[in-house]
């Protein structure tokens, strides 16, 4: 049978073999070897397009301090404390070549430290990055942080020396200006202690009293409260006073007329000076 379309005859029989054909084609994608071949071509696909999508992304690693202030009142830490972390970020790589001047820090979250050692978890959610740069790994996971009550003390200040004045020469007196200062840190250093010393001052060949601003030797974890302003040390230095004793010293008369007689006939004499 024919079929007459746009003015040309057309075989049915071959328009339903064409159709079935079609059909026919569908189904054979469905046919689990051609099926297959399908998912292994669309795979294949994915691997050829993917590496072009991710060629902007950029991977590495950046230091980011800790920021360790925020501390419960009345408490301090203690002993040494790791700087920072090291962060291995992925993201595009025109915001990674950026993250380097962006002075990220990572704040402490100290909120529940008590006295002791404590282990503090590095959370990802507490360390601000740009957007579409994620967090691939950090290290360390945790910080170990030592937490000490905090005090205040005022302690008396004593001047070292180094070295020794000219000959003949002593330190008579070294006075600290103030007296005494107030240091504030952890109970167990700065409660046992009973004074605080200054540098040693160098005197060496030194025949003069002087005046000189001095530093306190103090250990990391202790800080100045008071005074606010600098601290003086007054050396003075004078000769040596040298004591001399004489035995038995014969007492003697001269030019009398008189007979006379001494008592006693010697003594003993004790001389000081330079």
């Known amino acids: 049978m024919c079929k007459i379309?746009?003015?040309?005859?057309?075989s049915l029989f071959e328009n339903s073999v064409a159709s079935g054909m079609n059909t026919h084609s569908r189904l054979s994608i469905l046919h689990p070897r051609n099926?297959?071949?399908?998912?292994?071509?669309?795979?294949?696909?994915?691997?050829?397009?993917?590496?072009?999508s991710c060629s902007s992304l950029?991977?590495?690693?950046?230091?980011?301090?800790?920021?360790?202030?925020?501390?419960?009142?009345?408490?301090?830490?203690?002993?040494?404390?790791?700087?920072?972390?090291?962060?291995?970020?992925?993201?595009?790589?025109?915001?990674?070549?950026?993250l380097s001047d962006l002075k990220i820090r990572y704040?402490?979250?100290?909120?529940?430290?008590?006295?002791?050692?404590?282990?503090?978890?590095?959370?990802?959610?507490?360390?601000?990055?740009?957007?579409?740069i994620s967090i691939v790994k950090i290290n360390p996971t945790f910080l170990t942080v030592t937490i000490e009550n905090e005090i205040k003390k005022e302690l008396p200040v004593?001047?070292?020396?180094?070295?020794?004045?000219?000959?003949?020469?002593?330190?008579?007196?070294a006075v600290a200006k103030p007296l005494s200062v107030i240091l504030q840190g952890p109970e167990n250093i700065l409660g046992p202690m009973d004074k605080v010393l200054t540098k040693p001052i160098g005197i060496k060949g030194l025949s003069e009293s002087f005046k000189k601003e001095v530093a306190l030797d103090l250990?990391?974890?202790?800080?100045?409260?008071?005074?606010?302003?600098?601290?003086?040390?007054?050396?003075?230095?004078?000769?040596?006073?040298?004591t001399k004793k004489f035995f038995d010293i014969q007492v003697e008369g001269k030019n009398s007329p008189f007979s006379y007689m001494i008592t006693p006939p010697a003594i003993n004499i004790e001389v000081k000076g330079p």
Do not use: M, W
């Open 5 to 10: 379309v746009n003015g040309e005859t057309v």
């Open 35 to 52: 099926f297959k071949r399908s998912v292994l071509c669309f795979l294949l696909g994915i691997c050829f397009f993917l590496p072009c």
């Open 58 to 98: 950029q991977e590495t690693v950046i230091f980011i301090p800790v920021d360790s202030s925020q501390i419960p009142v009345g408490l301090t830490i203690t002993g040494p404390l790791v700087k920072g972390i090291e962060v291995h970020v992925r993201g595009p790589k025109s915001t990674v070549k950026i």
């Open 107 to 132: 704040v402490l979250d100290l909120s529940g430290a008590h006295v002791g050692i404590n282990s503090i978890p590095i959370k990802k959610d507490r360390i601000i990055l740009p957007e579409g």
């Open 158 to 173: 004593k001047i070292l020396f180094s070295g020794k004045p000219a000959t003949g020469f002593t330190v008579a007196g």
């Open 219 to 242: 250990v990391e974890d202790l800080e100045i409260i008071y005074p606010s302003e600098i601290i003086f040390a007054e050396i003075s230095i004078e000769e040596k006073i040298v």
